[in-house]
């Protein structure tokens, strides 16, 4: 086999990997978007933006009353954008900055019938919506402000999401 003959060996095994790594990269989109990491109705979106209410408990023994304001983030996006095959590698880092500092995160497909996009005010896809105490905090809209949050070095994501 001369230099020629095994360069173009290379270039078609190169060429079926590209094929077969875009098909596996859009069997994951797909079957993340069955999982559980996505919110597939109204009503689950509704119960996922309640646990960012606020929560007070009382030590029994000294009475004092403590406060904790819960977030939770939605990032609203298009399950047939490279964007959304993208998440494959943004949802781990951002999950893991969220878990952190216990905040829950989760996707909503924006191309569902019925999903009711003024509801959210969404003009822009892919939007990162935070919610504390049951009310929006923070929308961070475009894919270059959200990879600009995975990309931050920062691993408290709250520090992360007042930076943008």
Known sequence: MNFEELKKKALELKDKVVV????????WAESMAKSSLTLKTNEEISSFVDKSAQK?????KTAEVSIFDKKTIIIFAESNTDFFKELMYILPILSAKSF??????????????WLN????????????????????LKRIESKENIIKLVKSVNLDINKSIEAL
């Open 117 to 136: 996009l003024q509801n959210f005010n969404l003009t822009v896809s892919p939007t990162m919506i935070v919610f504390q105490n049951l009310t929006e």
């Open 20 to 27: 077969e790594w875009k098909k596996a990269i859009e069997a």
């Open 100 to 113: 952190t500092a216990s905040v829950p995160i989760k996707i909503v497909d924006t191309k569902v019938e």
């Open 56 to 60: 007070t408990f009382t030590d029994q």
